[in-house]
């Protein structure tokens, strides 16, 4: 997805959703415990791969524009330093940003 290499655009969680739902034929309500489960799952896997929380990039679409609080809790778990919210996403922002900047993603 184009988004992920630029430095500004994000998902908001509906647009996400949406996106899921077309690429899966699930639907998934952004409420929806499976969607939360769904992206801590491939954080997991991207993080474990070097590669970062990549839910960076799925935020609110109100005026924090920040991810929900599960990826806090989900890079806490993970031994990463939250304490500020707005400080640790703009560094794992950056650094998602940078590993997939010269990467193909479908």
Do not use: M
């Not at 929900?68 to 707005?86: D, I, P, S, Y």
């Amino acid at each position: 997805e184009s988004r992920l290499k630029s430095t500004g655009p994000k998902f908001a969680y509906t647009d996400f959703r949406d996106l899921l739902e077309r690429r899966t034929g699930k639907h998934f309500g952004v409420r929806d415990k499976r969607f939360h489960e769904l992206l801590c799952d491939v954080c997991r896997k991207t993080e474990k791969e070097g590669k970062g929380l990549i839910s960076v990039i799925v935020v609110h679409a109100g005026p924090d524009k920040l991810p929900g609080g599960e990826f806090f809790t989900l890079a806490e778990e993970l031994g990463r330093n939250v304490v500020n919210h707005r400080q640790f996403w703009k560094e794992e922002n950056k650094r998602v940003r940078e590993k997939y900047r010269t990467q193909t993603v479908a």
